[in-house]
């Protein structure tokens, strides 16, 4: 394979996860191969080619919103205030979620039930400093845990998936949840 022909593979690649993060995004896990194939303006043996099966595609969507998502939490690890910190990546898992249809449940289930779930493996790595931070900051709670607010996130994210306006509802849900419910605020 020459350089030029190793450089159009990458090309199509790349177009085909932009364009599939967008279907999967607005179709979820269902979305058309034949559409992101036409969308991405290569034929659907292309798409097989470079992932041959419906899991494959998605996966690679997943775990680029993934790798998104962690790279975002080692940013913030940086910050003077773990508890901002902390709420401000959350938000974006919130956002991401949503705008995600099928990372709430990558999050929540993994292909391999018998396995460990691997998106929320590494969702998890990625936050547990800046958790860490804000317990020391006296943010959060000592007795709470990245697993209880990756699990929230994915629950509010999956309850609000068909509402009208996901996004602020998902928004609403997650400030009532840093809130609380006590009327002292």
């Given at each position: ?29 269902n979305a058309s191969l034949e559409q992101i194939a036409r969308v991405a303006g290569v034929g659907s043996a ?140």
């Open positions: 394979m020459t350089d030029r022909q190793r450089a159009d593979a990458r090309r199509n690649h790349e177009r085909i996860l932009a364009v599939a993060e967008q279907e999967v995004a607005e179709h979820g896990a292309t798409v097989r080619r470079h992932f041959p099966t419906r899991q494959a595609l998605l996966q690679a969507v997943l775990w680029h919103r993934i790798e998104v998502l962690c790279e975002r939490a080692r940013e913030l690890t940086a910050s003077d205030d773990g508890g901002k910190a902390l709420l401000a990546w959350l938000a974006d898992l919130v956002t991401y979620c949503v705008g995600a249809k099928g990372l709430a449940t990558a999050l929540a289930y993994d292909s391999d039930p018998t396995g460990p779930n691997s998106c929320a493996s590494a969702i998890e790595e990625a936050a547990e400093p800046l958790l860490r931070k804000a317990v020391e900051d006296g943010a959060v709670a000592r007795d709470i845990t990245v697993s209880e607010l990756v699990g929230l996130i994915v629950g509010i994210a999956m309850v609000t998936e068909h509402h009208g306006e996901p996004e602020k509802a998902a928004g609403r849900l997650f400030a009532v949840a840093v809130a609380g419910i006590s009327p002292v605020r």
